[in-house]
């Protein structure tokens, strides 16, 4: 299979974090989400694909190059948007598409202008007149105007309202129809993500608690509700995020401990609930 | 050679050039004035040169909402030791076209007062001028391609305030009735050669192993 990104036992060590060891891959013509609660280490997980940062151990490949020095000289390939990548100030939309051609050898001008409209953004006004939402725009609009083989997108939604939220879905989705294209992104609008993203990967405090198909993280467990007579030892033991309140309780449990749930109400989680119940740091263990 | 260029182009983009050329232009018009009714302008023109200098050398790395550029530059398709050689070579190009335009007004201001209108006076100033920039430059860019400018606000005002204490200290000394210009202009070239030299090998250094 044709992979856009390989990452084998990837890790950074800072003093006060650690991620890692992170394994996972995204075949080309997949969509990848990159999700997690706040500081569970997305942004440096792309920083490092983005080479921002240098690894403390481990390697990556990315669209075929292995070495940073041959990633930086493909860029031309990855289409990348951070939240802390910005503008100069006095660009106007005219300015990005004039700079961004001499800098893309497959920059697509009209591209560009056809996601400036769409998104609405007046083509005259200076980048940092507009609102941080319709600069993230821009970074996208830019991000997508090269025929990038790989996009790494961190928080894309941020800021959107749910129609453009729906319009960005639908762009990402018919990016990646010809087969050859990958987006890794990260949110934090798990919902929208599970519509969408072929392939999660889930971080919780540096770690890599999942990565494989959406359908398999969410097939994996069970909610399952019930009065608080019906809460046995067994599943206090074996469910996760156990939550309690004066008539009953909730909880995650593995699928393949379904037998313990046998006469309560049980139901797969959406991936907000899984989210909620693994908890920040993974240790809400009943 | 293509990358640098395109980066210098890249860097002379984002500054915003329109109000830098009005600004220099203004300042032109007051000091070619002020030459009319006052006898010594060209101090004038260093402290000017100081304020224009360090708000245009940072140009390229002034962002938006506080955060700098660099990690828009990250994504670029260049790398990272192309992007350091391309800020110097903005430095250098923004340098001689400031110190031209301060050669070319010294020398107008020389035509209003004729008596005080020397070849040696007009290149003194012009090499002060080059003088100060280029060390501007090779003190501010290190430490701001090391930490960003919005983790560097002392690399800018700092380098300012200090170039600015000693220019004040050159003005009370007022060494250019004293000194033979051309070998000064040439040690002094050289002196800066040096500098400027250490100062991008560190900024290579710093910058292709920096986290952005």
């Known amino acids: 299979m044709n992979e856009r990104l390989n990452v084998t036992n990837l890790a950074k060590t800072y003093p006060e974090f650690a991620l890692g060891p992170l394994t996972f891959d995204l075949p080309a013509g997949y969509i990848m989400g990159l999700i997690g609660p706040n500081g569970a280490g997305k942004t440096t997980t792309l920083r490092l694909l983005l080479d921002m940062a240098q690894p403390s151990s481990g390697e990556f490949t990315l669209n075929g190059a292995k070495t940073a020095d041959a990633r930086q000289q493909a860029r031309d390939d990855l289409g990348a948007m951070l939240d802390s990548t910005t503008l100069p100030d006095a660009w106007t939309m005219k300015d990005v598409d004039s ?25 005259k006004t200076m980048y940092r007149r507009l609102s941080k939402g319709t600069q993230n725009k821009v970074n996208l609009a830019v991000a997508l105007s090269h025929h990038a083989k790989l996009l790494i997108l961190d928080e894309p939604m941020a800021g959107l309202d749910p129609i453009a939220r729906d319009e960005l879905r639908q762009l990402l989705q018919s990016y990646i129809q010809d087969g050859e294209a990958s987006v890794l992104l ?19 405090h540096g770690e890599q608690r999942f990565f494989g198909e959406t359908d398999t993280l969410l097939s994996r467990y069970l909610l399952v509700q019930g009065g608080s007579s019906e809460l ?51 240790e809400d263990h009943a | 050679m293509r990358d640098i260029a395109t980066m210098m182009r890249l860097d002379w983009t984002t500054t915003k050039l329109h109000s830098i050329w009005w600004i220099v232009g203004l300042a032109d018009l007051a000091l070619v004035l002020l030459g009319v009714f006052v006898a010594n302008t060209r101090f004038l023109m260093l402290g000017a040169a100081a304020g224009m200098a360090s708000s245009a050398l940072m140009m390229p790395f002034v962002g938006s909402q506080q955060h700098g550029l660099e990690g828009m530059l990250a994504l670029l398709p260049l790398r990272r030791r ?28 020389g035509l209003i007062r004729p008596a005080e209108a020397n070849l040696s006076r007009t290149l003194g100033v012009a090499a002060g001028v080059f ?10 860019y290190p430490m701001l391609l090391k930490w960003g400018f919005e983790r560097a606000p002392f690399a800018v005002y700092g380098t300012l305030f200090g170039l600015c204490a000693v220019l004040g200290l050159v003005a009370y000394l007022d060494p250019f009735e004293q000194v033979v210009v051309w070998p000064t202009v040439a040690a002094g070239l050289a002196g800066l050669l040096v ?7 560190i900024s290579l250094h710093v910058y292709e192993t920096r986290e952005i």
């Open chain 1, 232 to 282: 046995t030892a067994a599943l206090k033991n074996r469910g996760l995020g156990l939550r309690q309140t004066s008539v009953g309780f909730s909880l995650l449990l593995p699928t393949a401990d379904q037998a313990l749930a046998t006469g309560l109400v049980t139901s797969t989680p959406d991936l907000d609930t899984l989210m909620i119940y693994l908890g920040k740091r993974g």
């Open chain 2, 131 to 140: 003088f100060f920039f280029v060390l501007t430059t090779a003190i501010e």
């Open chain 2, 195 to 201: 500098v400027l030299g250490g100062s991008l090998m």
């Open chain 2, 82 to 109: 192309i992007v350091v050689w391309g800020h110097y070579g903005f430095a250098l190009s923004l340098v001689a076209a400031l110190v031209l335009n301060f050669a070319v007004v010294d020398g107008v201001t």
């Open chain 1, 99 to 123: 700079n961004m051609k001499r800098l893309f050898p497959h920059w697509d001008s009209q591209q560009f202008m056809k996601l400036v409209a769409q998104f609405d953004i007046n083509p």
């Open chain 1, 186 to 204: 990260s949110s934090h609008l798990t919902d929208d993500l599970a519509q969408f993203a072929d392939y999660l990967l889930y971080l919780i």
